[in-house]
């Protein structure tokens, strides 16, 4: 055994202590009566899972799989040594426009955006959430932003978000373009789960889930643990609540449908100690995107991580090195989704 080898199994054990004894809460009840069906032990809304629960049920979930977009040539293979890149789902609320001028996001922004990622050729996915449009309120912003991307690109698809009313708009709407039977025979989306950390995921995290996994589409479970405000202060604590997050929903999707779709994600990184905001660019977000490869090729899953994450108020040297620092760390260990 190597010297990673032993820091992998410490990390494994650490989590399965976590996951025994402090547990994970699950704010669904459809998903806490799931588990105690499965042989979960359940207190209230926490669920406590064994070494044995979790192997079992993350060896379930595929090694790699394919996201087929309506033109081929954009198909998608996750996992098994393939890296594939899309383009950010952060979100932005402000743009700089060229004279350097900031203002807020609009849904015309979203549309350049949309039509920028189809026209490359080093993203064969779209969608998702690239902007957040100040002019469309917030109770169907989600579907139209779906709608606008099966619109004006027939790459694969991210997208799904929101509350249960949105996700279901969503879910109809592919339904409509691939038709039902079809959208469950080809997986074309993939959406991210984020969990609620330190140890918690949310009724709208885990609803989402639930729809994409009924009807075959792919989901990405990505805790973002900040150390030392919702997760331990020490980077190695970070870790390994990332990873028992990371776990817990990736045995959720396989116990809703074996062979279900799944990424194993990590966005987990430090807190500035200052003011406890997140911080994205910082060394600690590159050892947190190296142990998601590495822990993810532990239990046989694809992963995702990374990307040219930067904490820069500026386009300055900050940004570039920063950037470059964490999308090497995905390159490097091979992450096979990259945002």
């Known amino acids: 055994m190597t ?23 699950f704010h669904h009840k459809g998903i806490i009566d799931l588990l105690k069906k499965k042989g979960i032990k359940i207190e209230g809304e926490t669920a406590y899972f064994s070494e044995k629960d979790v192997m079992t049920w993350i060896g379930k979930a595929p090694s790699e799989f394919r996201i087929y977009a309506r033109n081929s040539k954009n198909d998608m293979r996750i996992g098994n040594g393939n890296i594939e890149f899309a383009s950010s ?4 609320p402000i743009i700089t426009e060229y004279d350097g001028k900031e203002r ?5 922004d979203y549309i350049k ?18 902007v957040t449009p100040d002019d469309m309120g917030t109770e169907n912003v989600y579907p139209m932003m779906l709608y606008s991307t099966v619109d004006y690109s027939d790459k694969c698809i991210f997208g799904g978000m929101g509350a249960p009313k949105e996700v279901k708009m969503s879910m109809d709407m592919l339904k409509i373009v691939f038709g039902e039977e079809g959208l469950k025979e080809k997986t074309r989306t993939m959406s991210i789960i984020s969990s609620a950390s330190p140890l918690q995921f949310d009724y709208n995290m885990l609803n989402s889930m639930i729809n994409h996994v009924e009807n075959n589409q792919a989901v990405i479970i990505s805790p973002a643990v900040m150390a030392g405000t919702t997760g331990p202060v020490t980077i190695a604590g970070t870790i390994v609540v990332s990873n028992a997050e990371s776990l817990a929903g990736v045995v959720v999707s396989q116990m809703l449908k074996e062979g279900t ?8 990184s430090s807190a500035d100690m200052r003011d406890g905001s997140f ?12 142990y998601c490869a590495k822990m993810a090729g532990f239990y046989g ?15 300055s040297p900050q940004a570039g090195y920063e950037a470059m620092m964490v999308m090497q760390s995905a390159v490097r260990n091979g992450i096979n989704f990259v945002l």
């Open 89 to 92: 789902n952060s979100g932005f």
């Open 104 to 108: 807020p996001a609009k849904y015309k």
């Open 3 to 25: 010297a990673y080898d032993d820091k992998l199994n410490k990390i494994h054990k650490a989590s399965i202590e976590i996951l025994g004894k402090v547990g994970v809460q």
């Open 279 to 290: 911080c994205i660019g910082a060394p600690e977000s590159s050892i947190c995107v190296e």
């Open 261 to 268: 779709p799944v990424v194993y994600g990590s966005a987990s």
């Open 301 to 315: 899953l694809p992963s995702r991580g990374g990307g040219t994450l930067n904490d820069a108020k500026l386009l």
């Open 113 to 130: 955006f949309l039509k920028l990622v189809h026209e490359t050729e080093h993203f064969n996915i779209n969608g998702g959430v690239m």
